[in-house]
């Protein structure tokens, strides 16, 4: 990877994988007719379904906190190899979250939800710092 900026959007194409696969696992358990319909009428998704769920909902709340902190770097041209070893760390954790997630390995989801949100604030720290 060459820069941070690739990183997030990596990241971004990864999060549209996850609702690509959210999606197709709604379509197994509702049925298409439900996913063309206005949906007035809830119904409560299940299993690695449900989990994918949450997890797309926790990627889109970690890209809200990542994309600004490689954002603000990238129009301060703070860039280091601090920042990109920072994003790099972001992305692998986020990768293997969402298997951990899916898969209800409890311990290390939370271990790597943490690495994640610890090098996005390293990210926002390093922007603060330059000039």
């Known amino acids: 990877m060459s820069s941070e ?6 990241y971004g194409l990864y999060t549209a994988l996850i609702l690509i696969l959210k ?3 709604m379509s197994s358990q ?18 690695i379904t449900a989990r994918l769920d949450r997890a797309l909902t926790n990627s889109v709340v ?3 906190l990542f994309a600004p902190a490689v954002l603000i770097l990238a129009v301060k041209e703070g860039f280091t190899p601090h920042t990109l070893t920072a ?4 992305l692998a954790a986020r990768v293997l979250y969402v298997p951990a997630y899916g898969f209800r390995i ?9 690495a994640g949100f610890v ?12 000039a």
């Open 62 to 64: 970690a890209m809200t």
């Open 23 to 25: 999606v197709t696992g």
């Open 87 to 90: 994003a790099q760390v972001f």
């Open 119 to 130: 090098a996005t604030v390293i990210l926002y720290l390093m922007a603060l710092m330059t």
């Open 106 to 114: 409890t311990g290390l989801r939370t271990a790597l939800w943490l």
């Open 5 to 10: 900026l690739d990183i997030l959007a990596l």
């Open 30 to 47: 509702l049925g298409m007719g439900y996913l063309i319909s206005s949906r007035d009428e809830h119904r409560t998704l299940t299993g």
